[in-house]
């Protein structure tokens, strides 16, 4: 399940094996799978002979440095890494050089390994949700492609503009999506009468959840909505 990412095979290439060190325990407590290269040019060539699903990779590194490995990575690698920089250079156009090289996300030192784990977790499961089809999130699943959903594996009646708002709330999950960021996505900087979403959660709402026992779509008062899924 997309939502379900708990488990990652990471490679980290980082030279001061202090830094390594803490963050190989701490993930591996966790439950990752870790692998390790203390210079560029290994890192690159285990990155492009094993199979991971995310790179913590520095950009100060002997041999060769971060962002050549992630220009290279690019170039040769034959999928899409989630690439996140680990890195002490915070200013501005370090970062878009990062980005630039192909980097997903940036974390400057020092870190809390906490939020080292987090963004692994989100930047993994943001990777899934932009390359794979169908979202399935407990009982729901959602068909990007083929544009349709269902729930308990029946077909659910959507008008376009409900099938696009599932698909939001299923892209977002666990997190609620506010009123104006749905309302932006699904209208663009055209304003709509809020008596519009309105209408439209209220018919997704009669198509997902009233004929069955539990609602799946909730309401957060004076934010937004999103998807209850924990009592499936």
Known sequence: MVSQVTSLKILLVEDQSSVARNIGEYMEQKGHIFDYAAQGQHGLELALSQYYDLIILDLNLPVMDGLAVCSQ????????????????RDSID????????????????PFSLKELEV????????????????????PLTVD??????????????????????????AQAYPQVVSRSALSQKLWGDEPTESDAMRSHIYQLRSVLDK?????LLKTVHGVGFTLDINHE
């Open 73 to 88: 990575l690019r170039q040769q690698s034959s999928r899409h890494i989630p690439v996140l920089m680990l890195t002490a």
């Open 94 to 109: 370090d970062k878009v050089s990062g980005f630039s090289a192909g980097a997903d996300d940036y974390l400057t030192k």
């Open 119 to 138: 963004r692994c977790l989100a930047l993994s499961r943001r990777h899934l949700l932009q390359t794979q089809d169908c979202l399935t999130i407990g």
């Open 144 to 169: 990007r492609k083929a544009q349709v959903a269902s729930r308990d594996g029946k077909p659910l009646a959507l008008h376009a503009m409900g099938f696009r708002i599932l698909l939001e709330l």
């Open 211 to 215: 004929p069955f026992d539990q609602p």
